[in-house]
T-cell receptor, first 114, second 108 residues
Framework: SAVISQKPSRDICQRGTSLTIQCQVD?????MFWYRQQPGQSLTLIAT?????????ESGFVIDKFPISRPNLTFSTLTVSNMSPEDSSIYLC???????????FGPGTRLTVL | EDKVVQSPLSLVVHEGDTVTLNCSYE??????LLWYKQEKKAPTFLFML????IEKKSGRLSSILDKKELSSILNITATQTGDSAIYLC????????FGTGTKLQVIP
């Protein structure tokens, strides 16, 4: 399985600001995903980060609010823009295995917006 | 729309008990069903199931998939306090859909 790191592990931010979360994998992977887990809820997929092209967003998520970059096969960033308290969540990146059957998760970023 | 339902939503048992967690699903693209354990932030991978009727085991945990019934179960025998966590199932292919989760609490 891949070793995945995320930065920051947690942050407390003010309303209206933006935060960029980084996800680094120790090997090249085809697919990287960004999830959100709001308090008491399950994981919801935000988008699939595509290398060399625009991310594919799920229903309810837009690029202006959650811009994503993926400059290469081992790194991606998710920005949470113009934050509000409703954005307080755990944000997780994940990567799939070569055959796409399994996903492994990074340690997560706990975001609190005041 | 993809749908994944887990039951029960929460469960409190005593150490040594055996528990069975259920997952039923309706998803557009299916290739495998994944089970995860979530204690703090990141879900930890437990099992990947692709074939019906073949049990996967890891220590006291086991899981089986029923493609006909579109369901899966996760069994934990001789539960320990360290098993206390949220257990998530996620069927799909590449883009998986996570279930609601079952919160298990094991008390001494």
């Amino acid at each position: 399985s891949a070793v995945i790191s995320q930065k920051p592990s947690r942050d407390i931010c003010q309303r209206g600001t933006s935060l960029t979360i980084q996800c680094q994998v120790d090997s090249q992977v085809t697919m990287m995903f960004w999830y959100r887990q709001q308090p008491g809820q399950s994981l919801t997929l935000i988008a699939t980060a595509n290398q060399g092209s625009e991310a594919t967003y799920e229903s309810g998520f837009v690029i202006d609010k959650f811009p994503i970059s993926r400059p290469n096969l081992t790194f991606s960033t998710l920005t949470v823009s113009n934050m509000s308290p409703e954005d307080s969540s755990i944000y997780l990146c994940s990567v799939d295995t070569v055959n796409g059957d399994t996903q492994y998760f990074g340690p997560g970023t706990r975001l609190t917006v005041l | 729309e993809d749908k994944v339902v887990q039951s029960p939503l929460s469960l409190v048992v005593h150490e040594g008990d055996t528990v069975t967690l259920n997952c039923s699903y309706e998803v557009t693209n299916f290739r495998s069903l994944l089970w995860y354990k979530q204690e703090k932030k990141a879900p930890t991978f437990l099992f990947m199931l692709t074939s019906s009727g073949i049990e996967k085991k890891s220590g006291r945990l086991s899981s089986i998939l029923d493609k006909k019934e579109l369901s899966s179960i996760l069994n934990i025998t001789a539960t320990q306090t360290g098993d206390s966590a949220i257990y998530l199932c996620a069927p799909g292919y590449q883009k998986v859909t996570f279930g609601t989760g079952t919160k298990l609490q094991v008390i001494p």
